[in-house]
Protein backbone atom coordinates (compact mmCIF):
# COMPACT_ATOMS: atom_id res chain seq x y z
CA UNK A 1 0.00 0.00 0.00
CA UNK A 2 1.56 3.27 -1.12
CA UNK A 3 0.26 6.14 0.78
CA UNK A 4 1.34 10.23 0.29
CA UNK A 5 1.89 11.67 3.73
CA UNK A 6 2.05 15.43 4.32
CA UNK A 7 3.31 17.09 7.67
CA UNK A 8 3.30 21.20 8.11
CA UNK A 9 3.13 20.83 12.34
CA UNK A 10 5.78 23.39 12.77
CA UNK A 11 7.90 25.26 10.57
CA UNK A 12 8.65 22.23 7.93
CA UNK A 13 6.64 21.60 4.81
CA UNK A 14 7.11 17.92 4.09
CA UNK A 15 5.76 15.14 2.21
CA UNK A 16 6.98 11.50 0.87
CA UNK A 17 5.23 8.10 -0.32
CA UNK A 18 5.62 5.12 1.65
CA UNK A 19 5.15 2.10 0.89
CA UNK A 20 3.54 -0.36 3.86
CA UNK A 21 4.64 1.57 6.36
CA UNK A 22 8.18 1.11 6.10
CA UNK A 23 9.86 1.98 2.69
CA UNK A 24 10.16 5.57 2.16
CA UNK A 25 9.63 5.48 -1.84
CA UNK A 26 10.14 9.65 -1.47
CA UNK A 27 10.78 12.23 1.11
CA UNK A 28 10.58 15.86 0.36
CA UNK A 29 11.55 18.66 3.49
CA UNK A 30 11.09 22.45 2.28
CA UNK A 31 12.31 23.80 5.70
CA UNK A 32 11.90 27.53 6.95
CA UNK A 33 14.84 27.59 8.86
CA UNK A 34 16.30 30.56 7.56
CA UNK A 35 13.62 32.90 7.89
CA UNK A 36 12.93 31.90 11.45
CA UNK A 37 16.04 32.34 12.16
CA UNK A 38 15.90 36.61 11.50
CA UNK A 39 13.57 36.04 14.86
CA UNK A 40 14.96 33.64 17.11
CA UNK A 41 12.37 31.10 16.68
CA UNK A 42 9.39 30.35 14.86
CA UNK A 43 6.89 33.18 14.16
CA UNK A 44 3.77 31.13 13.73
CA UNK A 45 1.72 33.53 10.36
CA UNK A 46 5.00 33.54 8.79
CA UNK A 47 4.71 29.42 8.65
CA UNK A 48 1.25 29.37 7.80
CA UNK A 49 1.80 31.81 4.58
CA UNK A 50 5.12 29.46 3.54
CA UNK A 51 3.40 26.52 4.01
CA UNK A 52 0.57 27.63 1.75
CA UNK A 53 3.27 28.64 -0.93
CA UNK A 54 5.25 25.78 -1.06
CA UNK A 55 3.05 22.95 -0.32
CA UNK A 56 1.72 22.20 -4.14
CA UNK A 57 5.72 22.30 -5.29
CA UNK A 58 7.01 20.10 -2.19
CA UNK A 59 3.94 17.49 -2.78
CA UNK A 60 4.33 17.69 -6.80
CA UNK A 61 7.78 16.44 -5.69
CA UNK A 62 7.30 13.71 -3.43
CA UNK A 63 5.46 12.21 -6.32
CA UNK A 64 7.87 12.45 -8.94
CA UNK A 65 11.21 11.35 -6.85
CA UNK A 66 9.15 8.07 -5.87
CA UNK A 67 8.61 8.28 -9.79
CA UNK A 68 4.72 7.75 -9.24
CA UNK A 69 1.58 9.83 -10.03
CA UNK A 70 -1.32 10.61 -7.81
CA UNK A 71 -3.19 7.55 -9.52
CA UNK A 72 -0.74 4.88 -7.97
CA UNK A 73 -1.19 6.18 -4.52
CA UNK A 74 -3.86 4.04 -2.18
CA UNK A 75 -4.50 6.80 0.11
CA UNK A 76 -3.30 10.40 1.45
CA UNK A 77 -2.07 11.17 4.89
CA UNK A 78 -1.58 14.08 7.06
CA UNK A 79 -0.51 15.75 10.31
CA UNK A 80 -3.82 16.76 12.13
CA UNK A 81 -2.42 17.56 15.67
CA UNK A 82 -0.73 18.69 17.78
CA UNK A 83 1.03 21.82 15.97
CA UNK A 84 0.61 25.54 15.39
CA UNK A 85 -3.02 26.06 14.20
CA UNK A 86 -2.29 27.72 10.89
CA UNK A 87 0.08 25.63 10.03
CA UNK A 88 -1.82 22.60 10.44
CA UNK A 89 -4.24 23.78 8.52
CA UNK A 90 -2.47 24.25 5.73
CA UNK A 91 -1.35 20.53 5.37
CA UNK A 92 -5.10 19.33 6.69
CA UNK A 93 -7.03 21.17 4.01
CA UNK A 94 -4.21 20.10 1.23
CA UNK A 95 -4.58 16.75 1.90
CA UNK A 96 -8.41 16.99 2.27
CA UNK A 97 -8.71 18.51 -1.12
CA UNK A 98 -6.60 15.60 -2.78
CA UNK A 99 -8.82 12.87 -0.97
CA UNK A 100 -11.68 14.40 -2.51
CA UNK A 101 -10.76 14.63 -6.01
CA UNK A 102 -9.28 11.59 -6.06
CA UNK A 103 -11.94 9.55 -4.08
CA UNK A 104 -8.65 8.38 -1.91
CA UNK A 105 -9.10 7.61 1.73
CA UNK A 106 -7.79 9.97 3.69
CA UNK A 107 -5.61 9.07 7.08
CA UNK A 108 -5.01 11.58 9.42
CA UNK A 109 -2.06 11.21 11.91
CA UNK A 110 -1.34 12.26 15.08
CA UNK A 111 2.20 14.07 15.46
CA UNK A 112 4.23 12.07 18.29
CA UNK A 113 2.51 8.93 16.84
CA UNK A 114 4.56 10.11 13.77
CA UNK A 115 8.40 10.69 15.50
CA UNK A 116 7.81 6.86 17.15
CA UNK A 117 7.14 5.59 13.37
CA UNK A 118 10.15 6.91 12.43
CA UNK A 119 12.07 4.28 13.96
CA UNK A 120 9.79 1.78 12.16
CA UNK A 121 11.28 3.27 8.65
CA UNK A 122 15.07 2.91 10.34
CA UNK A 123 14.60 -0.08 11.58
CA UNK A 124 12.15 -2.49 9.28
CA UNK A 125 12.01 -5.70 12.35
CA UNK A 126 10.66 -3.00 15.28
CA UNK A 127 7.21 -3.60 16.75
CA UNK A 128 5.41 -2.70 19.69
CA UNK A 129 5.24 -3.19 22.42
CA UNK A 130 8.12 -1.03 23.73
CA UNK A 131 8.64 1.74 26.34
CA UNK A 132 9.54 5.22 24.27
CA UNK A 133 11.12 8.22 25.09
CA UNK A 134 9.70 11.03 22.65
CA UNK A 135 11.71 14.33 23.49
CA UNK A 136 10.81 17.48 20.69
CA UNK A 137 10.57 20.96 20.86
CA UNK A 138 7.12 20.87 22.03
CA UNK A 139 6.74 17.64 24.23
CA UNK A 140 8.34 15.24 26.63
CA UNK A 141 6.97 12.06 26.86
CA UNK A 142 7.45 8.97 27.92
CA UNK A 143 5.33 5.84 26.93
CA UNK A 144 4.17 2.84 27.28
CA UNK A 145 3.45 2.05 23.06
CA UNK A 146 1.35 -1.25 24.09
CA UNK A 147 0.60 -1.72 19.65
CA UNK A 148 0.48 0.26 16.99
CA UNK A 149 -2.39 2.64 17.95
CA UNK A 150 -2.18 1.69 21.70
CA UNK A 151 -0.23 4.58 23.62
CA UNK A 152 -0.23 5.20 27.37
CA UNK A 153 1.70 7.94 28.90
CA UNK A 154 3.27 7.25 31.55
CA UNK A 155 5.41 10.29 32.14
CA UNK A 156 5.46 14.09 31.10
CA UNK A 157 6.88 17.58 31.31
CA UNK A 158 4.70 19.38 34.09
CA UNK A 159 6.50 22.61 31.82
CA UNK A 160 8.55 23.33 29.26
CA UNK A 161 9.50 20.45 26.91
CA UNK A 162 13.08 19.70 26.61
CA UNK A 163 13.95 21.27 23.38
CA UNK A 164 12.36 24.10 24.02
CA UNK A 165 14.14 24.69 27.16
CA UNK A 166 17.32 23.76 25.26
CA UNK A 167 16.24 26.59 22.41
CA UNK A 168 15.65 29.11 25.12
CA UNK A 169 18.77 28.37 26.80
CA UNK A 170 20.84 29.01 23.53
CA UNK A 171 19.10 31.73 22.45
CA UNK A 172 20.21 33.77 25.54
CA UNK A 173 24.07 32.09 24.80
CA UNK A 174 23.64 34.28 21.67
CA UNK A 175 23.38 30.87 19.59
CA UNK A 176 20.96 31.19 16.49
CA UNK A 177 17.51 29.05 15.77
CA UNK A 178 17.31 25.97 15.89
CA UNK A 179 18.95 26.30 19.54
CA UNK A 180 19.16 22.85 20.41
CA UNK A 181 20.49 21.50 17.49
CA UNK A 182 23.19 24.78 17.88
CA UNK A 183 24.24 23.89 21.21
CA UNK A 184 24.69 19.95 20.60
CA UNK A 185 27.46 21.60 17.53
CA UNK A 186 28.89 24.24 19.95
CA UNK A 187 29.22 22.40 23.32
CA UNK A 188 30.17 18.75 22.23
CA UNK A 189 33.61 18.82 23.39
CA UNK A 190 32.86 21.45 26.15
CA UNK A 191 33.34 20.44 30.15
CA UNK A 192 29.69 19.24 31.20
CA UNK A 193 31.27 20.00 35.13
CA UNK A 194 32.30 22.72 34.60
CA UNK A 195 29.09 24.89 35.75
CA UNK A 196 26.44 23.11 38.72
CA UNK A 197 22.66 23.52 37.40
CA UNK A 198 19.80 22.24 39.32
CA UNK A 199 18.31 18.82 38.27
CA UNK A 200 14.78 18.71 39.27
CA UNK A 201 12.25 16.53 40.66
CA UNK A 202 8.22 16.41 40.60
CA UNK A 203 7.25 15.54 43.86
CA UNK A 204 4.67 12.35 44.14
CA UNK A 205 5.07 11.90 40.34
CA UNK A 206 8.55 9.68 39.79
CA UNK A 207 8.31 9.58 35.82
CA UNK A 208 7.34 13.51 35.23
CA UNK A 209 9.61 16.08 34.13
CA UNK A 210 10.40 19.86 34.84
CA UNK A 211 12.98 22.28 32.94
CA UNK A 212 11.55 25.72 33.81
CA UNK A 213 13.89 25.83 36.54
CA UNK A 214 16.74 24.45 34.89
CA UNK A 215 15.90 26.85 31.59
CA UNK A 216 15.96 29.83 34.31
CA UNK A 217 19.15 28.90 36.25
CA UNK A 218 20.78 29.47 32.54
CA UNK A 219 19.02 32.51 31.83
CA UNK A 220 20.03 34.16 34.97
CA UNK A 221 23.82 33.26 35.08
CA UNK A 222 23.67 34.63 31.85
CA UNK A 223 22.66 37.67 32.73
CA UNK A 224 24.47 38.07 35.74
CA UNK A 225 28.04 37.04 33.60
CA UNK A 226 26.52 39.75 31.06
CA UNK A 227 25.87 42.37 33.79
CA UNK A 228 29.35 41.75 34.98
CA UNK A 229 30.92 42.37 31.77
CA UNK A 230 32.29 38.83 31.60
CA UNK A 231 32.88 36.41 28.97
CA UNK A 232 29.70 34.04 28.13
CA UNK A 233 31.31 30.53 27.92
CA UNK A 234 29.15 29.07 25.58
CA UNK A 235 31.22 25.63 25.09
CA UNK A 236 31.12 24.46 28.66
CA UNK A 237 28.01 26.38 29.92
CA UNK A 238 26.35 24.69 27.00
CA UNK A 239 27.90 21.48 27.80
CA UNK A 240 26.89 21.94 31.55
CA UNK A 241 23.19 22.59 30.32
CA UNK A 242 22.86 19.87 28.06
CA UNK A 243 24.23 17.03 30.17
CA UNK A 244 21.68 18.65 32.84
CA UNK A 245 18.78 18.06 30.81
CA UNK A 246 19.92 14.33 29.36
CA UNK A 247 20.43 13.53 32.79
CA UNK A 248 17.13 13.87 33.82
CA UNK A 249 15.97 12.23 30.57
CA UNK A 250 17.31 9.11 31.36
CA UNK A 251 16.88 9.36 34.90
CA UNK A 252 13.07 9.14 34.19
CA UNK A 253 13.87 6.64 31.73
CA UNK A 254 15.54 3.95 34.00
CA UNK A 255 12.73 4.69 36.48
CA UNK A 256 10.16 4.10 33.87
CA UNK A 257 12.67 0.71 32.48
CA UNK A 258 12.18 -0.38 36.16
CA UNK A 259 8.57 -0.17 36.52
CA UNK A 260 7.55 -1.27 32.65
CA UNK A 261 10.54 -4.02 32.65
CA UNK A 262 10.22 -3.13 28.41
CA UNK A 263 12.05 -5.49 26.62
CA UNK A 264 12.80 -2.75 23.46
CA UNK A 265 13.49 1.15 24.31
CA UNK A 266 12.59 4.02 21.79
CA UNK A 267 13.71 7.09 21.25
CA UNK A 268 12.02 10.04 19.28
CA UNK A 269 11.38 13.23 18.29
CA UNK A 270 13.68 16.14 17.41
CA UNK A 271 16.21 15.79 20.49
CA UNK A 272 16.51 12.30 19.51
CA UNK A 273 19.39 13.74 17.54
CA UNK A 274 21.28 15.13 20.36
CA UNK A 275 24.70 13.51 20.56
CA UNK A 276 24.17 13.18 24.19
CA UNK A 277 21.44 11.96 24.86
CA UNK A 278 22.07 9.13 22.21
CA UNK A 279 25.25 8.21 23.81
CA UNK A 280 23.56 7.95 26.96
CA UNK A 281 20.45 6.28 26.21
CA UNK A 282 23.04 3.58 24.84
CA UNK A 283 24.74 3.20 28.19
CA UNK A 284 21.04 2.64 29.86
CA UNK A 285 20.06 0.38 27.35
CA UNK A 286 23.43 -1.46 28.18
CA UNK A 287 22.79 -1.11 31.65
CA UNK A 288 19.70 -3.30 31.38
CA UNK A 289 20.25 -5.62 28.58
CA UNK A 290 17.47 -3.88 26.86
CA UNK A 291 17.56 -3.07 22.50
CA UNK A 292 17.15 0.04 22.04
CA UNK A 293 15.85 1.76 18.40
CA UNK A 294 16.95 5.29 17.70
CA UNK A 295 15.73 7.01 14.33
CA UNK A 296 18.39 7.87 11.42
CA UNK A 297 19.34 11.63 11.83
CA UNK A 298 17.18 12.71 8.66
CA UNK A 299 14.12 11.46 10.44
CA UNK A 300 14.48 12.71 13.97
CA UNK A 301 13.35 16.28 13.21
CA UNK A 302 9.96 16.68 11.28
CA UNK A 303 9.44 14.97 8.21
CA UNK A 304 6.85 13.37 6.13
CA UNK A 305 8.51 9.84 6.03
CA UNK A 306 7.19 9.04 9.69
CA UNK A 307 3.50 10.49 8.77
CA UNK A 308 3.25 8.04 6.33
CA UNK A 309 4.81 5.22 8.15
CA UNK A 310 2.46 5.88 10.67
CA UNK A 311 -0.71 6.07 8.86
CA UNK A 312 -0.36 2.92 7.21
CA UNK A 313 -0.99 1.58 11.00
CA UNK A 314 -3.58 3.86 11.30
CA UNK A 315 -5.47 2.54 8.14
CA UNK A 316 -5.40 -0.83 9.28
CA UNK A 317 -6.82 0.12 12.25
CA UNK A 318 -9.45 1.63 10.25
CA UNK A 319 -8.86 5.13 11.31
CA UNK A 320 -9.92 6.54 8.10
CA UNK A 321 -11.01 9.92 7.91
CA UNK A 322 -13.91 11.65 6.72
CA UNK A 323 -13.69 15.60 4.71
CA UNK A 324 -15.15 17.20 8.15
CA UNK A 325 -11.37 16.31 9.58
CA UNK A 326 -10.00 19.21 11.23
CA UNK A 327 -6.72 19.93 12.48
CA UNK A 328 -6.46 20.21 16.37
CA UNK A 329 -3.13 22.42 18.35
CA UNK A 330 -3.49 20.20 21.06
CA UNK A 331 -4.27 16.49 21.59
CA UNK A 332 -2.87 13.76 23.60
CA UNK A 333 -1.05 11.10 21.75
CA UNK A 334 -3.36 8.26 23.75
CA UNK A 335 -6.84 10.19 22.13
CA UNK A 336 -8.61 10.20 18.95
CA UNK A 337 -10.45 12.79 17.48
CA UNK A 338 -13.75 12.58 15.89
CA UNK A 339 -13.27 11.59 12.31
O1 LIG B 1 10.45 17.20 16.56
P1 LIG B 1 10.94 18.53 16.17
O2 LIG B 1 11.67 18.65 14.86
O3 LIG B 1 9.75 19.55 16.16
C1 LIG B 1 8.72 19.47 17.11
O4 LIG B 1 7.86 18.58 16.94
O5 LIG B 1 8.81 20.23 18.08
O6 LIG B 1 11.87 19.05 17.35
C2 LIG B 1 12.47 20.29 17.28
C3 LIG B 1 13.37 20.43 18.49
C4 LIG B 1 13.93 21.85 18.64
O7 LIG B 1 13.78 22.23 19.99
C5 LIG B 1 15.40 21.65 18.27
O8 LIG B 1 16.26 22.59 18.91
C6 LIG B 1 15.65 20.26 18.77
O9 LIG B 1 14.49 19.55 18.39
N1 LIG B 1 16.85 19.63 18.22
C7 LIG B 1 17.91 19.30 18.98
C8 LIG B 1 18.87 18.75 18.10
N2 LIG B 1 18.36 18.78 16.83
C9 LIG B 1 17.11 19.34 16.93
N3 LIG B 1 18.11 19.41 20.30
C10 LIG B 1 19.28 18.97 20.77
N4 LIG B 1 20.27 18.45 20.00
C11 LIG B 1 20.10 18.31 18.67
N5 LIG B 1 21.06 17.78 17.91
ZN1 LIG C 1 8.10 17.16 15.66
Redesign the pocket.
Known amino acids: MKILAIES ?2 D ?1 TAAAVVEDGREVLSSVIASQVPEHILYGGVVPEIASRRHCESISSVVKKALDDADLSIEDIDAVACTYAP ?1 LIGALLVGVNFAKGLSYCTGKPLIPVH ?2 RG ?1 IASNYITDKELKPPFLALV ?5 THIINVKSYTDYEVIGRTRDD ?4 A ?2 KA ?1 RTMGLP ?9 VATDGDPYSYKFPSPKVQDAELDFSFSGLKTAVINLVHNLTQKGEEIDVKNIGASF ?1 YCVVNCLCDRTERAINKIHPERLVLA ?3 S ?5 RREMKKLAEKYDIELYMPELKY ?3 NAAMVGSQAYYEYQDNKIATLKLNATAALDIDKNTKI
Open positions: SCDGHLHVSGGHAAGEMDAYPGGLNMDMMGGVANSVLCGD
